[in-house]
């Protein structure tokens, strides 16, 4: 949800003068922390709640336990980023 705020590599003293990652970007760490297994998991659960915003029907008996954890989880990040990209004065402060 925040991709796009961890590196800018025209910002980014270390990126190669040719263009591209340095070689400790977070977006290169993100992109394996992606690809493994808990990783797989979280691309998942994004899949089932894509798939259910759109209408599919899905039981419960369909999906997993880790999978439903993580859409939990997903589901109260994107309501805190919410809030915290709202402003001051649409939050009641």
């Given at each position: 949800m925040r991709r796009e705020e961890l590196c800018d590599p025209d910002l980014c003293p270390d990126a190669p003068d040719e263009g591209g990652r340095c070689d400790h970007c977070p977006q290169d760490r993100l992109d394996a922390?992606?690809?493994s297994e808990r990783g797989?998991?979280?691309?998942?659960?994004?899949?089932?709640?894509a798939?259910?915003?759109?209408g599919v029907?899905?039981?419960?008996?369909e999906i997993r336990a880790?999978?439903?954890a993580v859409?939990?989880?997903?589901?109260e990040e994107r309501d805190?980023?919410?809030?915290?990209?709202m402003p001051n004065s649409q939050r009641g402060n």
């Amino acid at each position: 949800m925040r991709r796009e705020e961890l590196c800018d590599p025209d910002l980014c003293p270390d990126a190669p003068d040719e263009g591209g990652r340095c070689d400790h970007c977070p977006q290169d760490r993100l992109d394996a922390a992606q690809a493994s297994e808990r990783g797989l998991v979280i691309r998942r659960a994004l899949d089932l709640m894509a798939a259910l915003n759109l209408g599919v029907r899905i039981t419960m008996d369909e999906i997993r336990a880790d999978e439903l954890a993580v859409m939990l989880i997903i589901a109260e990040e994107r309501d805190a980023l919410e809030r915290e990209r709202m402003p001051n004065s649409q939050r009641g402060n």
